[in-house]
């Protein structure tokens, strides 16, 4: 069944022209400045495609933009999904899996997240290379997952070390701060407690968000080479922790935005 609506899924995007994308890209919150660089060809809200989930987040424009970006056909998702919102995780990741049915070879994704690692300040840019599912919950926990590969996917490595490398490269080629480190996903949608980010400083993890995960999770399933970068837009200090501000947090993901694009529109060239 669900196999099935995927398909259909893609058949009618293909048939919207969406044919031969290389790479796909998942835009954060207050992330969407990306699209600007795009040599847009196709546009599509969620809302007109079949069995496509609609993002409900206000600061996420939900749609499927396809074009040339760096020499690259990508397939962008301008808005995602997540688990507080009430998407169960096969909703979540559907875009994933959509993007992987149309042919994409490689999938880069951003978010914006909070700095637990005291030495990580708002602004700041976070290169995941591990990550800690705090949800509790897997996308690959279903009936009929394997249908898509093995649910027993690997979890060695589940970010390329590949991309990760020519990230890193040019990052110190253009003088981009790039911090490297373990993102823990938690459901949400509330911000964390005093004690909770105790805990995330135990368990040794430098950033907090809500999504990308499972994302990943559905990535390694499908064999898809991924990377993620969180623009770190608060500093979760619990012995100095102040009221948060939406307001601020998309402001500081507006003005460190423009470093994320410089290392995607890089990185694309070498994909």
């Known amino acids: 069944m669900k196999k099935q609506q995927l398909q259909e899924t893609i058949d009618f995007l293909r048939l919207k022209g969406i044919t031969t994308p290389e790479v796909g890209i998942v835009l954060g919150t207050g992330l969407g400045k990306l699209v600007a660089e795009i040599e847009i060809e196709k546009e599509i809200a969620y809302s007109d495609i079949p069995n496509f989930p609609v993002a409900t987040v206000e600061f996420h424009s939900g749609k499927l933009i396809y074009g040339i970006l760096s020499g690259k056909k990508v397939v962008v998702m301008a808005g995602r999904f997540h688990l507080y919102e009430g998407y169960n995780p096969w909703e979540v990741t559907y875009g994933i899996r959509t993007m992987h049915g149309l042919g994409i070879k490689n999938l880069l994704v951003s978010n914006a997240a909070g700095a637990i690692n005291l030495n990580y300040k708002k602004g700041d840019l976070m290169l995941i290379d591990d990550h800690i599912n705090l949800q509790g919950s897997s996308p690959l926990a279903f009936q009929g997952a394997s249908d898509f590969g093995t649910i027993f996917a690997d979890m060695l490595a589940p970010y390329s070390k590949e ?78 922790l102040q009221p948060v501000d939406i307001a601020e947090i998309i402001a500081i993901a507006g003005t460190a935005e423009p470093k994320m694009i410089v290392l995607f529109k890089e990185v694309l060239k070498q994909l």
């Open 163 to 240: 991309i990760n490398a020519k990230i890193t490269t040019i990052a110190k080629a253009h003088n981009i701060p790039l911090h490297q480190g373990v993102y823990a996903s938690v459901l949400g949608p509330q911000l964390e407690t005093r004690a909770e980010y105790r805990m995330l400083q135990i368990l040794e993890t430098d950033a907090v968000g809500m999504s990308t995960v499972p994302e990943v999770i559905v990535a390694k399933q499908l064999n898809l080479p991924c990377a993620a970068i969180s623009v770190l837009t608060d500093e979760c200090d619990p012995k100095n």
